[in-house]
């Protein structure tokens, strides 16, 4: 299992952040998954496939009682707790970060419990009313997936004129919606669903879309986005044989990890998959060609391919209880934050889009999350894990971060005092 957890990608408090997208491994407890037929359907068997998967490089293991495959039908809560309770717990004893995978807020309660680190809702909340409360209450990261009804009805309702606008608008509806039950925009995931009320050509639509589906509104925070793609049914057709008959979906598992490569490299937060070994290389694939993005160079010809531009966030001001003495972590103190941003605005000055830029609002949210968040002694460490966060956002080159201490415990007369780090992508 990767302990890396230091900095990574933006994501929710709590979860394991290794400086790339991060590999959800999936065990389900059922006897009727389309994935692989109830292999895993069993105490002894799923525990031991989930120690497999994080032993393998998952970061997080997802553990389902209830399959959503099209046309299943539901079964009793009292079914579903059996089935994953035991594992779960099993799972989190052996120090592996377990999400639970559940429509219900009985479950996900009883999950939480059992040691679950993270709900993962295919339902976003609309299966259960007291979903939302729940996550409020328990203050743990949420996955709204969108969805727009039950596994037997869902083929149904894939009905699109703009199905990028469209799951948007419905996702920000969840949102809104969830954010006024109480839940913390902080601890929200979303997941546009692939597979659910959707045909193929809506999938790849979806895929190509990452960046808008994780802005729900222009100038709003940015969510930390999850793709489920792995055999799911559009990979089968796309590998469909000469007389049409769809791959297995045992045999899709090469064209989830392209798909894995190609959403890490477009900014996807985690990709939840079967197989974790070609998957966690993919992601390593991805991470190297985002992290080309790098310093200016000049061409064979003379000219400048990149270009070293600035987004400067100033005066950033954090009550927090950073600090070495007892009074400081007790009674805290106004810090001031300074964060420039190092990166190559010229795509987005030419479209005048603010997809192809840095959200200056949605990076001042996190910086702003993080120093607030749980202390430290040093603001060298709180320097450190803010630039971190910096360099996560999609095209930023390098980061100056200075930490402002106005009102440090000296015993002398001063102005401020402050910490630098200037870091790079490398």
């Not at 203050?139 to 149904?156: D, K, N």
């Amino acid at each position: 299992m990767r302990t890396d957890v230091a900095a990574g990608p933006p994501g929710p408090p709590g979860l394991p952040r290794a400086g790339r997208c991060l590999v959800m491994g999936v065990v389900n407890v059922t006897p009727d998954s389309f994935s692989d037929g109830g292999a895993w359907f069993g105490v002894d068997a799923a525990i031991a496939r989930g120690v497999e998967l994080a032993g393998q490089g998952a970061d997080i293991v997802d553990v389902g009682g209830e399959s959503t495959r099209p046309g299943a039908q539901r079964i009793p809560a009292e079914e579903e707790l059996r089935r994953v309770l035991p594992v779960i717990k099993g799972l989190a004893d052996a120090g592996i970060p377990v999400s639970v995978d559940t429509m219900r807020a009985e479950v996900a309660d009883a999950a939480l419990t059992a040691g679950a680190r993270l709900i993962n809702d295919v339902s976003g909340g609309l299966a259960d009313p007291q979903m939302g409360r729940l996550v409020a209450g328990a203050g743990v990261p949420y996955v709204v997936m969108h969805w727009r009804g039950h596994s037997h009805r869902m083929q149904e309702r894939a009905l699109y004129a703009d199905v990028v606008g469209e799951v948007r608008l419905e996702l920000r509806r969840r949102v809104d919606v969830l954010v006024g039950d109480g839940v913390d925009p902080g601890l929200i995931v979303l997941d546009p669903g692939l597979g659910f009320a959707k045909h193929p050509e809506h999938n790849w639509k979806l895929l190509t879309h990452l960046a808008d589906l994780a802005q729900l509104r222009e100038g709003g925070p940015t969510f930390p986005v999850l793709i489920g793609a792995s055999r799911k049914r559009f990979l089968g057709r796309l590998l469909a044989d000469p007389a049409g008959t769809p791959r297995p979906f045992g045999d899709c598992d090469d064209a989830t990890v392209a798909v894995t490569a190609l959403a890490a490299a477009a900014g996807a937060w985690c990709v939840r998959v079967h197989e974790v070994p070609a998957n966690v290389d993919a992601v390593a694939v991805a991470r190297a060609w985002r992290e080309v993005e790098g310093p200016a160079e000049v061409s064979a010809s003379g000219g400048v391919t990149g270009a070293d531009d600035r987004i400067c966030l100033s005066g950033l001001r954090v009550f927090a209880r950073h600090g070495v003495l007892d009074h400081e972590s007790r009674d805290g103190q106004e810090f001031v934050i300074d964060a420039a941003l190092t990166l190559d605005i010229r795509p987005a000055a030419a479209a005048d889009a603010l997809s192809r830029t840095v959200d200056y609002s949605a990076v001042a949210d996190k910086i702003v999350r993080e120093a607030s968040g749980p202390p430290v002694k040093l603001i060298e460490t709180l320097a450190e894990r803010l630039a971190q966060v910096c360099l996560a956002e999609p095209g930023v080159r390098g980061a100056e971060i200075t930490v402002h201490k106005p009102h440090a415990p000296l015993p002398h007369r001063f102005a401020d005092v402050t910490v630098t780090v200037r870091r790079a992508r490398q």
